[in-house]
């Protein structure tokens, strides 16, 4: 039996085989775990009785006490401790069976040490995240009976607070609803901006008369329903006349403490908070938001506009460019391309030739970008039209074409006319047989 550094991640591996023993418990200290090797079950759960391991790893088939008997133990009295099935590949069913039992894995043997690393490596996570989900459980149990407490306390304080309304800090009020009386804590008034002791909420200062007339039909539906038991508390809001003649929002929050056997509402209490800063603060907050909804129209509908003008412009660009590039090429055609012709109909030498088709093919390079949107338009042309386009584009005239193609002069007039409406230049001055030797 060999015992490692405690430091370390504990492990306790049990096998019955020495050599894979020792060989499965070099390779593992090499990783950096602190292995203990035993021989068989009874070692390991001697082990077991004496620490706790953070992790074991067992042999299924092991002479008295086996696999199964270790992990039975480890379950039983260290569940948070991960457990390896090592088996044959005879023992697959075996090993299945003690994944059912709670075993974590299981490797076939034999098996590389990197392979048991990755798993001794997952197994350790899952049993940290097992800790931790206890750990949140036991914090969680331990928040509820705090909050349990709290609220028994807080149960307690409401009774005191009940009996002690003259020591709140903020407003008060209890109504006895069998005598019709009602008492206003000191705090009401001064509230509103009254001193201490200077009048009491009778005639002039009233609730009845302090309350605003917009908000008197909302309060008494409000409490009608809390005293009839349809609303568990009584809580609304609803404006005080001050002192000074405006007027403060409150927030009336209350219940019934005491019914008859009939249900009947006997006793009435509750408190006021003074809300008119938060009512001041939501009704800038908004305005504000108004204002920058306001401001967001206004920038869309000029980023629309700009966006019509841009459209606009970057259409016109694109008209200029196509008109630029028909342009480019009708000039080569006609101040260019006849030049190269005479050229080669002169007595050149041979590098002179080379270097005419050098530039000849220099030039169609040039202008090949000029040439492409207008070599898709004569995909549009019928066979008819094609023939008849070929035709123009050697100078043929319209009574030569009738007599080649038979047809009539009036019928190739309107082929051309048709293929100059393809090419977009029914409204150009540009010479059909230019535009369509661009192609050649």
């Known amino acids: 039996m060999d015992h490692d550094d ?24 090499a990783e950096g775990f602190a292995v203990t090797a035993v021989a068989d079950g009874n070692e390991a759960i001697a082990e077991l009785e004496k620490r706790q391991y953070d992790l074991v790893i067992t042999d299924l088939m092991m002479p008295d006490v086996d696999g199964f008997g270790v992990l039975k133990y480890v379950k039983q009295h260290t569940p948070f401790t991960g457990v390896i099935i090592l088996t044959g590949y005879g023992d697959i069913r075996a090993a299945i069976d003690a994944l059912r039992l709670g075993a974590d894995d299981f490797t076939l043997k034999p098996c590389e040490v990197e392979e048991l690393v990755f798993r001794i490596r997952r197994c350790l996570e899952k049993q940290s995240l097992l800790q931790m989900l206890a750990a949140k ?79 008197r039909d909302n309060v008494l539906a409000r409490r009608q329903a809390h005293l009839t038991g349809e609303t568990e ?40 908070t003074d809300i008119t800063r938060l009512k001041e603060a939501k009704a800038e907050l908004r305005r504000i938001k108004a204002e920058l909804e306001q401001r967001v129209e206004e920038r869309t509908a000029e980023l629309s506009e700009s966006n019509v003008a841009l459209t606009v412009l970057l259409k016109k660009r694109e008209e200029d460019r196509e008109k630029l590039a028909e342009q480019v ?5 006609k101040l260019v391309e006849p030049f190269f012709d005479r050229l080669c109909e002169c007595r050149l030498t041979e590098q002179q030739k080379t270097l005419v088709e050098i530039l000849r093919t220099n030039v169609k390079e040039l202008t090949s970008p000029f040439a492409s949107n ?52 029914s409204h150009q001055k540009t010479n059909l047989q230019t535009m369509l030797s661009i192609e050649s």
């Open 233 to 272: 508390r009584y809580e609304v809001e609803y404006r005080l006349r001050n002192k000074a003649g405006g007027w403060q929002w409150m927030l009336s929050r209350g219940q019934v403490v005491a019914r008859d056997e009939q249900g009947r509402a006997l006793r009435f209490i509750g408190t006021i």
């Open 374 to 425: 207008f070599s898709t338009k004569l995909i549009r042309l019928t066979p008819v039209e094609i023939q008849v386009a070929n035709m123009v584009k050697q100078g043929k005239r319209s009574k030569e074409i009738a007599e080649i193609l038979r047809l009539s002069p009036g019928t190739v007039n309107v082929h051309r006319k048709n293929i100059r409406k393809k090419l977009e230049i």
């Open 329 to 333: 090429l009708s000039n080569v055609t």
């Open 6 to 29: 405690v430091n370390a991640v504990s492990i306790l591996f049990a096998d019955d085989e020495m050599l894979i023993r020792k060989s499965f418990t070099r390779e593992l200290r």
């Open 137 to 215: 459980n036991r914090q969680l149990e331990e928040e509820i009976r705090r909050r349990r407490g709290v609220e028994e306390e807080l149960r307690e304080s409401e009774a005191r607070f009940r009996l002690a309304l003259d020591a709140a800090s903020n407003g008060v009020w209890d109504r006895n609803l069998v005598t019709g009386e009602t008492y206003h804590g000191a705090n009401w008034l001064t509230s509103l901006g009254y001193d201490a002791g200077e009048a009491e909420m009778t005639g002039e200062l009233s609730f009845d008369n302090l309350l605003h007339p917009d908000d």
